[in-house]
């Protein structure tokens, strides 16, 4: 009896499963529909959750970010505006610790590839963003123990091969370009990258 009911678990199973494979092609259909419609959703709710908005994607590789705020920042985010590959292709941001230099560079970061993912970004009406096809950074500490290099050096390595591949279509965001060395030979060394990159035509933050 025992055998029995396993044999009979078993062509039922057997059935089911026969049923579900000659529906195989909609079922599949159903399910990428689904999964679909599921990810549309879920950028709808993070878009309410930020009052984000569509820019406006150009035809170049600019920046015009209007009110924009960095999408992890809680409670009131003091706007920014950036605009930048119109008048000029090299924007360069001074001013005192904790005033916001980082947070502005990752905000612009951030929106370029929010928007280049097919996501709203946080910030105001009329934002315009083109499309870039390489986006590169160096903000923060990548100091490296394993390769025993030096924080000024992990950062030279990182920005010798951003200055090798950066172009026309690139946006590039470095934080802190020559710091960690003599101020004067640090100015010099970050004044010679700029030029650089200017001369490759990437849009540089």
Excluded: C
Excluded at 2 to 15: M, T, Y
Excluded at 34 to 61: C, K, N, T, V
Excluded at 63 to 74: A, E, V, Y
Excluded at 129 to 155: A, K, M, N, P, Y
Aim: net charge negative; aromatic share 4%.
């Amino acid at each position: 009896l025992a055998v029995e009911e396993k044999q009979g678990i078993q062509r039922i199973l057997a059935g089911l499963s026969e049923g579900v494979a000659q529906e195989l092609e909609s079922i599949d259909a159903s399910l990428h529909t689904l999964g679909e419609l599921d990810f549309i959703m879920a950028r709808a709710r993070y878009s309410q959750r930020l009052d984000a908005w569509a820019p406006i994607l150009a035809d170049e590789a600019v920046l015009d970010i209007r009110r924009g705020r960095h999408p992890l920042l809680k409670g009131d985010v003091v706007p920014v505006n950036i605009r930048l590959g119109e008048d000029f292709d090299t924007l360069v941001i001074t001013g005192p610790n904790t005033g916001g230099k980082t947070v502005t560079l990752k905000t612009a970061g951030l929106h370029v590839l929010m928007a280049q993912s097919g996501l709203h970004i946080p910030a105001g009406e009329n934002s315009r963003l083109g499309v870039f096809q390489r986006v590169f950074t160096d903000i923060g500490d990548e100091q490296s123990i394993e390769q025993s290099l030096s924080t000024f050096s992990s950062h030279m390595k990182n920005i010798v091969e951003i200055v090798s591949k950066a172009g026309r279509d690139s946006l590039v965001l470095l934080d802190e370009l020559g710091a960690g060395t003599d101020p004067v030979e640090g100015a010099a060394l970050a004044q010679s990258i700029l030029e650089k990159l200017h001369e490759s035509g990437a849009r540089t933050i």
